[in-house]
């Protein structure tokens, strides 16, 4: 089974980028559609954005579209998250995870998962 890490996240101000990393290892990366998940405390876990194996195509939550990319290099065994105009109600923590499926846009989709770090956009 795939191990996954996540990487970048941080303190930000409104309006501000971040870019998330997901490292994979110990699986054929390029066999995986890949999935950003976020959450909340108290909150169940947030589809983000999906990316299919090649990279081709990609898939986002309504309220992410024209502002995140999802993207891949499976050289590197890494997807990543590109978040431009960050806004206070993006801070959660973000999960990347690997799946067999596609569409993929269910956590109960995803078998593997990251240990989330944690994006912060303050006011």
């Known amino acids: 089974q795939v191990q996954l890490v996540e990487s970048g996240g941080g303190l930000v101000q409104a309006g501000d980028s971040l870019r998330l990393s997901c490292a994979a290892s110990?699986?054929?990366?390029?066999?995986?559609?890949m999935g950003w998940f976020r959450q909340v405390p108290g909150k169940e876990r947030e589809f983000v954005a999906a990316i299919t194996r090649s990279g081709s195509s990609t898939y986002y939550t309504d309220s992410v579209k024209g502002r995140f990319t999802i993207s891949r290099d499976n050289a590197k065994n890494t997807v990543y998250l590109q978040m431009n105009s960050l806004k206070p109600e993006d801070t959660a923590v973000y999960y990347c995870?690997?799946?067999?499926?596609?569409?993929?846009?269910?956590?109960?989709?995803?078998?593997?998962w990251g240990q989330g770090t944690q994006v912060t956009v303050s006011s």
């Open positions: 110990g699986g054929t990366f390029r066999t995986y559609v």
């Open positions: 995870a690997a799946s067999y499926k596609w569409p993929a846009r269910r956590a109960v989709d995803f078998g593997s």
